[in-house]
């Protein structure tokens, strides 16, 4: 199994205030799998994604990727696993206001070791016109796209995407939503996305549904359609 994740527990504040986010959290994803993690504000998805990302850590269990847990990782070898193996993609883009289009996707490609072409990607980004153009001078769905390119140039075995789509208007969702769909299609790398958003469910491989700090279901989906047809 690719992504193995085992007994994840994790809590926030102490004492009377302590709150108890994630209850045990067991899960297996596949390589190349496109997994959507649902559930409604609090039910400790966004918690989890960050787990498997390295960037938060569990009280209790673990993650594995490819056989290598990070618990325990020393954070010098987190950080290189980090760099070379994961691409982060989040609601708000994050870009470098003074870096261009192509100077911001660019940054990512110095993280990898198997970094894709440059001018390739742009294309598939449908982005390649705007390489020259600060962030300043792009849509937000211009910008998302960026941010999706600067994730995905240094080819990471997992794409982790926060909200993607949480900042976007319904059309320019649905674009988003098309460009993860064919990024995953050709490089074959695994993607978690978390979404409150029900009718993202239907271009899935695999469906994690999250309440109250648990996995209330866990299905491969048997139906999968294309982000091209799907309406919310």
């Known amino acids: 199994m690719f992504l193995e994740i085992r007994g994840i ?28 993690l649902l559930g409604p504000s609090g039910s400790g998805k966004s918690t989890l994604l960050n787990i498997i990302g390295g960037i938060d850590g569990a009280e209790e269990g673990y993650v594995s990727i490819g ?31 003074n870096l261009t289009l192509r100077e911001n996707i660019e940054v990512g490609a110095y993280l990898g070791r198997n970094s894709l072409n440059v001018d390739e990607l742009l294309h598939i980004l449908g982005l390649y016109e705007h390489q020259r153009k600060l962030p300043s001078q792009l849509s937000g769905g211009q910008q998302q796209r960026t941010a999706i390119g600067r994730a995905i140039i240094k080819n990471p075995d997992i794409l982790l995407c926060d909200e993607p789509t949480g900042a976007l208007d319904y059309q320019t969702s649905r674009e988003i939503l098309k460009l993860i769909e064919a990024v995953n299609r050709k490089y074959g790398n695994t993607v978690l996305m978390v979404t409150h958003n029900d009718a993202i469910k239907g271009m899935a491989d695999r469906i994690v549904s999250l309440r109250d700090g648990k996995v209330r279901k866990n299905y491969r989906n048997e139906h999968k359609i294309s982000a091209d047809v799907l309406e919310w």
Do not use: W
């Open 9 to 36: 527990r994790k809590s926030f504040g102490n004492g009377d205030n302590c709150i108890e986010v994630l209850k045990g959290i067991d899960l297996e994803i596949e390589k190349g799998e496109f997994c959507v």
């Open 67 to 97: 056989g290598e847990r990070l618990a325990g990782m020393q954070e010098k070898k987190l950080t290189a696993y980090r760099r070379e193996h994961l691409g982060y993609v989040f609601q708000l883009y994050n870009l470098i206001p």
